[in-house]
């Protein structure tokens, strides 16, 4: 088993743990933290989770009540339950939807519980720290700002521009992306988030909906200075297809977007498929204009779907990660 290593437990005695902070939502930054466990190094993990999402349950949950969207948070935190049968049991409850037609259909209970949590105590988190302790959670989940945000791009669609409101339909939104925004334009930053990314010995950025989960991290003043100003190693892992609301965008404009919306982000490694990747030279030059060198190796399931693989991807990020600062 697994030692615990997140809320309500000491880290394992006798070594230095690799401190790893891991930027995202939804699928994308599950797979990420179930590779990072999947590496077996001694980690300190850290998720922070956009806070945007409006649809599905997330969006009726913000849509009646002042909290958070829990849909994504509930997600890192199943990502990182421990391996003991009670916290997979516990992480099977709350990844659990109700069926039916009534008001509880479609909502996950670990939503319902986040929700009630966050009205209870007041205080986002320490509603996901009681959370993590609940299924052991080897590392902690943390939202990138206290408050919900919106999310608003402005898209061109059949040589006209057209602004779309809301983290679900700038996702599924026909159109190219020019311009992504949060609403409101400049949020506080989550203070526990800062400090995790000034302790940090990596920041890892995807895979994920990047308009929507990777880059608005880099809209959050407070976020993005402090990515800037950490002396922490960045690790960015590209997206194995376009999905629609990156039509258009190659892999190279991946790696332009973030440059493009924090000017001084520096990386240091860019790990992309093999197979995804075709010709890696306009990778890698895209990758050596934000200072990092490019990494290639198998990380997609093997039965040709565009998902990472937790194991692979794990796999990969072992000689990766292995050395510190």
């Avoid at 991946?254 to 001084?264: C, I, Q, V």
């Avoid at 093997?302 to 050395?323: F, I, W, Y």
Wanted: with cysteine; net charge negative; aromatic share 2%.
């Amino acid at each position: 088993m697994r030692p615990p290593t997140g809320v309500g437990f000491a880290p394992q005695a006798g070594g230095d743990r690799i401190r790893v902070v891991a930027f995202g939502g939804g699928h994308g930054l599950s797979a990420s933290l179930r590779a990072l466990r999947a590496t077996g190094l001694p980690l300190e993990i850290t998720a922070v989770v956009t806070v945007a999402d409006d649809g599905g349950s997330s969006g009726r949950i913000r849509a009646g009540r002042d909290v958070l969207p829990p849909g994504d948070l509930r997600q890192a935190l199943a990502a990182l339950a421990g391996d003991d049968d009670l916290s997979d049991r516990t992480a099977r409850l709350m990844q659990y939807r109700f069926g039916g037609a009534d008001e509880l259909a479609g909502h996950p209970v670990g939503n319902v519980v986040l929700c009630g949590l966050m009205e209870q105590l007041g205080d986002p988190v320490a509603a996901l720290d009681q959370v993590g302790a609940m299924l052991r959670a080897v590392g902690r989940v943390l939202p990138m700002s206290n408050k919900p945000l919106g999310i608003e791009a402005d898209l061109a669609v059949d040589g006209r521009q057209i602004t779309v409101r809301g983290q679900h339909q700038v996702a599924v939104a026909q159109g190219r992306v020019l311009q992504v925004r949060l609403e409101p334009p400049e949020p506080d930053a989550c203070p526990q988030a800062l400090a995790a990314i000034a302790d940090a010995d990596w920041l890892v950025f995807g895979p994920g909906s990047w308009y929507t989960s990777v880059i608005p991290h880099l809209l959050v003043p407070q976020l993005a200075a402090a990515v800037t100003r950490s002396a922490a190693r960045r690790l960015v892992t590209l997206n194995l297809a376009a999905d629609r609301e990156t039509v258009g965008l190659s892999l190279p404009d991946h790696l332009d977007a973030l440059g493009r919306y924090l000017p001084d982000l520096k990386v240091d490694i860019v790990l992309v498929d093999r197979n995804a990747v075709g010709d890696p030279e306009p990778v890698a030059n895209a990758a050596e204009s934000l200072g990092a060198r490019i990494a290639i190796a198998p990380v997609a399931v093997q039965d040709g779907t565009a998902r990472h693989d937790p194991v692979r991807l794990g796999r990969a990020l072992v000689p990766l990660l292995g050395t510190a600062r």
